[in-house]
């Protein structure tokens, strides 16, 4: 199994940013995606996932700002990320779990991928 994100760099605050993850090695829609985030000195939290039936869960402080999709024939999920403020700065990885719940923690991820910078500066 191998998930490659990409789509990082540096923004500007109030700015946007598309993540991607390309996944293979896998069938893709009998998985949970989601999208994690980890700052320095922070634990690696949920920002977002989206289930095999396209449900989403969104942390708090991504609500109304995050989008995450999934495209099965494309073996991909996104990431779109608009009015982004400082706070947003962390490695985002990509995730996938064969639990069909866009919510669960970390702990039920099992396959990862490398993590994309994302620097918001202000």
């Known amino acids: 199994v191998q998930l490659q994100a990409s789509g990082g760099g540096l923004v500007q605050a109030g700015g946007s940013l598309r993540l991607s993850c390309a996944a293979s090695g896998l069938t893709f829609s009998s998985y949970t995606m989601a999208w994690f985030r980890q700052a320095p000195g922070n634990k690696r939290e949920l920002v977002a996932g989206?289930?095999?039936?396209?449900?989403?869960h969104y942390a708090d402080s991504v609500k109304g700002r995050f989008t995450i999709s999934r495209d099965n024939a494309k073996s991909a999920v996104y990431l779109q990320m608009n009015s982004m403020i400082p706070e947003d700065t962390a490695v985002y990885y990509c995730a996938a779990s064969l639990w069909n719940t866009a919510s669960q923690p970390r702990g039920r991820y099992h396959e990862w991928g490398q993590g994309t910078q994302v620097t918001v500066s202000s």
């Open positions: 989206i289930d095999r039936e396209s449900i989403t």
